[in-house]
């Protein structure tokens, strides 16, 4: 694994005043949690003057850009508590209704920049504490653990309704939670959200390892307790090309039965192994900053495991990413999706490897107009609004140009994120976009394309300059 520079990971930045005087005051007494509900009504101008204290750009359509990503996609999402969920929550929008892991990291890493959410955010995050303690309560030991990919109010339309919790949804998501807590603790130092995190988290790493590690190598798969197959694809990409053959097969380390049905997927994925080493580094780095030396300790050989099996069994030196890699012989699966370009985020490729992926994605394979496109642009598979078949994604670009950035590439990094702004200052912010025309998809101003605002805030596009006071 590549060791980026952290010394000011955790460091309280020292910064000048201002934070005081009435933005502030109204700022911090704007959403206490028992009025989370109201946020949605809050106006655009007042809006505007709450972020006025905290966001700073010389350019004036990337502020109203700002603005509008918080008046839609973070005050407009704002629930109050609703059973099962205890406490506020955070909703993608559309038809996604509930809580999901995906969005709520993106959703929490920007409502942290706001003064006086530590307790909104701390119960975000209680929710998904208190549905894991639920399902382990009625659950048998193997499935102990999991956080499910959303949590539904009981109110919720059919397939989105609390009520049906212990039936559906029956799967897990990208496991970013780890890392979602930690952006929030890089921004507001709450270590009562660390600490009150830290034995779920490790609880929900170790159900992931358990169950989506089958062979104990350090790669995972997708699955579902159902046995429905495209359940197992929404812990991923939904649509993604290297699944098209995915089946579910039995745990090879227990005995087929009630107990143990067509659950596990036959095939690894680069994008949720990634995800998950990424977060058990953000786990390492939250124990360390809440004194839990031992757990840190713990999970420690587990990502040097991950990233050793990632690099010998996934990379694909001739496409310049890693490959999908089926359970039997671990054969690759030969097309390259943008879930191979993601684990640089972690960290995962070597220098030389990070160095080959910059090449791939400076070339025709992935640079589109829009980039970067959900498939290789030359395979037959790709079309350029195909629903993770072509299209462009935020969140996948934001991960894979930061990575990109993290080992050195920042010029390829800052021209692919300057385009992608562009778009998005021009038709707004939208789930996903036609990777040749730019043309908004899906459901406008989901919840985890808010992260488009985080791409500028961490200055990947340096013409895109917006920063936190």
Same mark, same amino acid.
């Given at each position: 694994?590549?060791? =980026?520079?952290?010394?000011? =990971?955790?460091?309280?930045?020292?910064?000048?005043?201002?934070?005081?005087?009435?933005?502030?005051?109204?700022?911090?007494?704007?959403?206490?949690?028992?009025?989370?509900?109201?946020?949605?009504?809050?106006?655009?101008?007042?809006?505007?003057?709450?972020?006025? @204290?905290?966001?700073?750009?010389?350019?004036?359509?990337? #502020?109203?850009?700002?603005? $509008?990503?918080?008046?839609?996609?973070?005050?407009?999402?704002?629930?109050?508590a609703e059973p099962p969920l205890k406490h506020p929550w955070l909703v993608p929008g559309g038809i996604y209704v509930g809580q999901w892991i995906?969005?709520?990291?993106?959703?929490?890493?920007?409502?942290?920049?706001?003064?006086?959410?530590?307790?909104?955010?701390?119960?975000?995050?209680?929710?998904?504490?208190?549905?894991?303690?639920?399902?382990?309560?009625?659950?048998?030991?193997?499935?102990?653990?999991?956080?499910?990919?959303?949590?539904?109010?009981? $109110?919720?339309?059919?397939?989105?309704? +609390?009520?049906?919790?212990?039936?559906? @949804?029956?799967?897990?998501?990208?496991?970013?939670?780890? #890392?979602?807590?930690?952006?929030?603790?890089?921004?507001?130092?709450?270590?009562?959200?660390?600490?009150?995190?830290?034995?779920?988290?490790?609880? =929900?790493?170790?159900?992931?390892?358990?169950?989506?590690?089958?062979?104990?190598?350090?790669?995972?798969?997708?699955? $579902?307790?159902?046995?429905?197959?495209?359940?197992a694809r929404y812990e991923t990409y939904d649509n993604e090309v290297d699944l098209d053959t995915l089946k579910l097969t039995p745990h090879p380390?227990?005995?087929?039965?009630?107990?143990?049905?067509?659950w596990y997927g036959n095939i690894y994925i680069p994008a949720n192994t990634g995800y998950l080493l990424l977060s058990e580094q953000s786990l390492?780095?939250?124990? *360390?900053?809440? +004194? *839990?030396?031992?757990?840190?300790?713990?999970?420690?050989?587990?990502?040097?495991?991950?990233?050793?099996?990632?690099?010998?069994?996934?990379?694909?030196?001739?496409?310049?990413?890693?490959?999908?890699?089926?359970?039997?012989? !671990?054969?690759?699966?030969?097309?390259?999706?943008?879930?191979?370009?993601? @684990?640089?985020?972690?960290?995962?490729?070597?220098?030389?490897?990070?160095?080959?992926?910059?090449?791939? !994605?400076?070339?025709?394979?992935?640079?589109?107009?829009?980039?970067?496109?959900?498939?290789?642009?030359?395979?037959?598979?790709?079309?350029?609004?195909?629903? #993770?078949?072509?299209?462009?994604? @935020?969140?996948?670009?934001?991960?894979?140009?930061?990575?990109?950035?993290?080992?050195?590439?920042?010029?390829?990094?800052?021209?692919?994120?300057?385009?992608?702004?562009?778009?998005?200052?021009?038709? +707004?912010?939208?789930?996903?976009?036609?990777?040749?025309?730019?043309?908004?998809?899906?459901?406008?101003?989901?919840?985890?394309?808010?992260?488009?605002?985080?791409?500028?805030?961490?200055?990947? $596009?340096?013409?895109?300059?917006?920063?936190?006071?």
């Open positions: 694994m590549i060791e =980026f520079d952290n010394n000011a =990971f955790f460091a309280r930045p020292s910064r000048r005043r201002v934070l005081g005087g009435l933005g502030a005051a109204v700022l911090s007494q704007a959403l206490p949690p028992s009025m989370a509900g109201q946020a949605a009504s809050f106006g655009r101008n007042q809006i505007e003057k709450l972020l006025k @204290p905290l966001l700073i750009t010389e350019n004036p359509a990337l #502020w109203q850009f700002a603005v $509008s990503v918080y008046e839609h996609c973070i005050f407009g999402r704002m629930q109050a995906w969005d709520t990291t993106f959703l929490t890493d920007l409502v942290a920049i706001l003064p006086g959410q530590q307790d909104f955010i701390r119960g975000v995050y209680a929710n998904y504490w208190e549905f894991q303690q639920r399902w382990n309560l009625a659950k048998p030991d193997y499935a102990q653990g999991m956080i499910a990919n959303f949590i539904a109010p009981d $109110s919720g339309p059919p397939g989105f309704t +609390g009520k049906d919790w212990l039936t559906f @949804p029956a799967y897990s998501q990208a496991p970013l939670l780890a #890392w979602g807590v930690e952006r929030v603790y890089k921004r507001n130092h709450d270590l009562e959200l660390v600490r009150a995190a830290l034995p779920h988290l490790e609880a =929900f790493h170790d159900w992931y390892w358990r169950e989506r590690d089958l062979d104990g190598i350090g790669l995972v798969t997708v699955g $579902s307790y159902d046995g429905i197959v495209q359940h380390g227990r005995k087929p039965g009630e107990q143990n049905g067509s390492i780095r939250l124990a *360390e900053a809440a +004194g *839990e030396d031992a757990l840190a300790a713990r999970r420690r050989p587990i990502v040097a495991r991950g990233t050793e099996a990632m690099r010998r069994h996934m990379w694909d030196e001739k496409q310049g990413c890693f490959l999908g890699a089926c359970r039997d012989g !671990l054969r690759k699966v030969a097309t390259a999706t943008i879930g191979g370009m993601v @684990p640089l985020q972690a960290g995962i490729p070597t220098a030389r490897q990070a160095a080959r992926m910059a090449r791939a !994605l400076a070339g025709p394979h992935w640079n589109t107009p829009v980039p970067l496109p959900s498939v290789d642009r030359l395979t037959a598979e790709y079309k350029s609004d195909g629903f #993770w078949r072509g299209d462009v994604w @935020p969140s996948s670009v934001y991960q894979t140009l930061e990575g990109l950035a993290k080992y050195g590439h920042r010029k390829l990094a800052a021209e692919q994120a300057g385009r992608l702004l562009d778009n998005a200052l021009k038709v +707004g912010v939208s789930e996903h976009y036609d990777s040749q025309t730019g043309a908004p998809l899906g459901v406008p101003n989901l919840g985890m394309s808010a992260v488009l605002l985080t791409i500028a805030l961490e200055g990947l $596009s340096p013409r895109h300059a917006i920063r936190v006071a």
